[in-house]
């Protein structure tokens, strides 16, 4: 079965930090540039960092440059996403998603949802005292 599958979230106070790893299976992410999402409640989904699929391109969003740090690990089939210094604003349910391109070496945080092939099944992030 083809599938993302995202772990890592949880409560955290404001501060703090958090690791989310998102794990391929069914399908090599090598292949794949790998993007993080995020969406609060009532609000709409916004692209967070993403990772070209041989690691050499990286792109984060600007509230989260010098907090967050995405890598990968295309032997373990796997993208890790390295929080720290949270703030309640970061608050969301975190997703990861697959994509192809169009550059085969540069990533993007598209807003067209329907450009990514696979997508994850989220993990809760709060941030709170």
């Known amino acids: 079965q083809v599938k993302l599958v995202e772990s890592g979230g949880g409560l955290v106070q404001p501060g703090g930090s958090l690791r989310l790893s998102c794990a391929a299976s069914?399908?090599?992410?090598?292949?794949?540039?790998i993007a993080w999402f995020r969406q609060a409640p009532g609000k709409e989904r916004e692209g967070v960092s993403c990772?070209?699929?041989?690691?050499?391109?990286?792109l984060h969003l600007h509230s989260v440059k010098g907090r967050f740090t995405i890598s990968r690990d295309n032997t373990k089939n796997m993208v890790t996403l390295q929080m720290t210094d949270l703030k309640p604003e970061d608050t969301a349910v975190y997703y990861c998603?697959?994509?192809?391109?169009?550059?085969?070496?540069?990533?993007?945080?598209?807003?067209?949802?329907?450009?990514?092939?696979?997508w994850g099944q989220g993990t809760q992030v709060t941030v709170s005292s």
């Open positions: 998603a697959a994509d192809r391109g169009p550059h085969p070496y540069v990533c993007a945080l598209r807003p067209e949802m329907g450009h990514y092939e696979y």
């Open positions: 069914g399908f090599t992410l090598g292949y794949y540039h």
């Open positions: 990772i070209s699929r041989n690691g050499g391109s990286v």
